[in-house]
């Protein structure tokens, strides 16, 4: 309907729509550019990400009016969902109609805050005004936009957070620097067409570095919880066992595992199990600091590496974890019991005080930790064996 609407406010100009074609092949060219590496993205996470696409989208905007801006959305994604479609899993339909329909929103929105502010073209004649439409042009895009996909992301994933609904910072400053690539587009486009091949490479270049930072979190963490997988947990505790031990600060090892997870796996199935080690892995990161290093050991077990922590600090994170999953209420999905299922976890605890004349390695941490994660089974489930490295018996 808004697309109908500006058409009939204000159709748009054949002269406007040869350079707005230009930067629609433009935005095609640069997303064939990178696709290898969006495949190779694509296959390994399916992490939110921020593509180039509204650099062409919002240029568009501003050049030939919504009604372009909105085809240029169309064609753009269209490419993206065949590319996704022959190469990798593909898009689901309905994500690519709703990424398709939020892109037009905010280019029609955008440009009547443009149209509402301006008399006339903000771009053949560059001002300080000029200057303050185009940025209320971005800001409008980039709020209608992460509106639109925040209350998807809440409806559909039941987030509550914050950040869980508009994205971390970084992903928003990437998405607002796309959008100021876009106004600078619009602006050379309107001056000096030409100009505009000189921010191809630039494009380029942030979308593959954005690419590659994802390529490199979907290679270091577990696909099922989002925790360090355990090659990469191994080597950052291996690092801070040693930086600890030049700075003569205790460390401590935390094994935990998840009691009974067989029973839960067998009487509920293997997809709420997933639900219940996803559940386990939020509270484990809610409960220990950002400098702490948590990760998927394997199975229904999970480790923790903590830095500048006695024995009495560890056990301390040990027994929050443990009263924190046993708070959980998981209840499984239609079809099973109604009620939530019981979670406990048992946690073994080895501490090395940073001391001693001889040196402890990461195996001998682990090895203490989970002999103890073994006793405390033995005594019960569902409680914390803690001690020194050398003292695991």
Known sequence: MLVLWWLWIEPPVFADLGRSVLITVGGLFSAELTWRLERQRRQLTDTPHVNMSSVAILAVTLVSGPVAGSMAAAVLYLHLWWRASRWTSGIAPYRAVFNTSAMIISACV??????????????????????????????????????????????????????????????????????????????????????????????????????????????????????????????????????????????????????????????????????????????????????????????????????????????????????AVAALEIVPSEGSSSSAVPVRVTVGVACDNGYGGDEVDLSELLLSADNRLFFAKGQGRDRINAGYTRQAR
Request: charged share 20%.
């Open 110 to 323: 955008s440009y009547g805050v443009v149209r509402g502010v301006s008399s006339g073209n903000v771009l053949s004649a560059p001002s300080d005004v000029s200057a303050l439409v185009l940025l209320a042009a971005i800001a409008t895009f980039w709020l209608v936009n992460t509106l639109a996909v925040g209350a998807a992301i809440a409806t559909a994933e039941k987030q509550r957070s914050i950040a869980g609904i508009v994205g971390g910072w970084s992903a928003n400053a990437l998405e607002i620097v796309t959008l100021f690539l876009g106004a600078v587009t619009a602006v050379f486009v309107e001056l000096r067409p030409w100009l505009a091949l000189f921010l191809l490479p630039l494009v380029y270049v942030l979308h593959r570095s954005d690419s590659v930072k994802h390529l490199e979190i979907a290679a270091s963490t577990d696909r099922k919880t989002g925790l360090l997988n355990m090659e990469t947990w191994r080597c950052l505790a291996e690092a801070g066992l040693r930086k600890a031990r030049r700075h003569h600060v205790p460390t401590a090892v935390l094994m935990l595992d998840l009691d009974f997870f067989k029973r839960i796996n067998d009487t509920h199935g293997h997809l709420f199990g997933d639900d219940v080690l996803r559940a386990v892995a939020q509270v484990i990161t809610s409960e220990t600091r950002r400098t702490d290093l948590v990760g998927r050991f394997g199975g229904e077990e999970f480790v923790i590496f903590l830095s500048d922590v006695n024995l009495g600090g560890a056990t301390e994170v040990a027994e929050r974890i443990r009263c």
